[in-house]
């Protein structure tokens, strides 16, 4: 059974500082590794990670995956409060229908 | 990116009702589509996955004959809770992707539905 598992579960840090959200994952015939950021509503897309060592980057986040110790990580610089969200980590495996295993998300509360 | 609609965003209904629950792609033919559930503070639990124009595929624990998902085109997808209860009060979110589910899944903004 495909397995995301995230880390911490919960954050707390104030304004301008970085943070650093951990996903590990076990599945069967890997494609893919997505980060989501879901505040009240649905998720939104940040990253889609296919290959190691290859670091995305989207204005302060930016994330990078291991396929060989199976984890990635997305950090975040100089947080501001609208960082404040559930961060979800998600696999996709190959197949006809990729499906999506997600993590638990980690919650992030950044103080002003 | 891609949109996805869901409607409605938020529903009550009383128990014993069966509430139905539209996804629609607004700006692409979405050949698959997914429909979760997610409880307070938890994640994003995969219900199945719907093809358009065949039977969806159910998650080990999802009761098809109670969760009724209808793929009929290209562009939309319903899930329909049939005689609804209590702990059937959820958050469920689609998703649509397109070629055939290789692409990147696009999320609809999720329905909260809250029975009596």
């Known amino acids: 059974e495909d397995k995301v598992v995230q880390s911490p579960l919960s954050l707390v840090v104030h304004e301008g500082d970085t943070v650093t959200l951990n996903c590990s994952y076990e599945?069967?015939?890997?494609?893919?590794l997505l980060w989501y950021k879901q505040e009240k509503k649905a998720p939104t897309f940040l990253f889609m990670l296919?290959?190691?060592?290859i670091e995305k980057k989207s204005g302060r986040l930016s994330s990078i995956l291991d396929k060989k110790e199976l984890f990635s990580i997305l950090n975040i610089t100089a947080t501001q409060t609208g960082d404040s969200a559930i961060y979800l980590c998600?696999?996709?495996?190959?197949?006809?229908?990729?499906?999506?295993?997600f993590g638990k998300g980690i919650t992030l509360s950044v103080r002003p | 990116g891609a949109v996805v609609s869901q409607h409605p965003s938020r529903v009550i209904c009383k128990s014993g009702t069966s509430v139905k629950i539209e996804c629609r792609s607004l700006?692409?033919?979405?050949?698959?589509m997914f429909w979760y559930r997610q409880f307070p503070k938890q994640s994003l639990m995969l219900m199945a996955t719907?093809?358009?124009?065949?039977?969806?595929?159910?998650e080990q624990g999802v009761e098809k004959d109670k969760f009724l998902i209808n793929h009929a085109s290209l562009t939309l997808s319903t899930l329909t809770v049939t005689s609804a209860h209590p702990e059937d009060s959820s958050f469920y979110i689609c998703?649509?992707?397109?070629?055939?589910?290789?692409?990147?899944?696009?999320f609809g903004p999720g329905t909260r539905l809250t029975v009596l």
């Open positions: 998703s649509a992707t397109s070629r055939g589910g290789r692409d990147t899944q696009y």
């Open positions: 599945v069967t015939n890997f494609r893919s």
């Open positions: 296919t290959s190691s060592g």
């Open positions: 998600a696999v996709e495996a190959t197949g006809a229908n990729s499906k999506l295993t």
């Open positions: 700006d692409f033919q979405a050949t698959t």
């Open positions: 719907s093809n358009e124009g065949s039977k969806a595929t159910y």
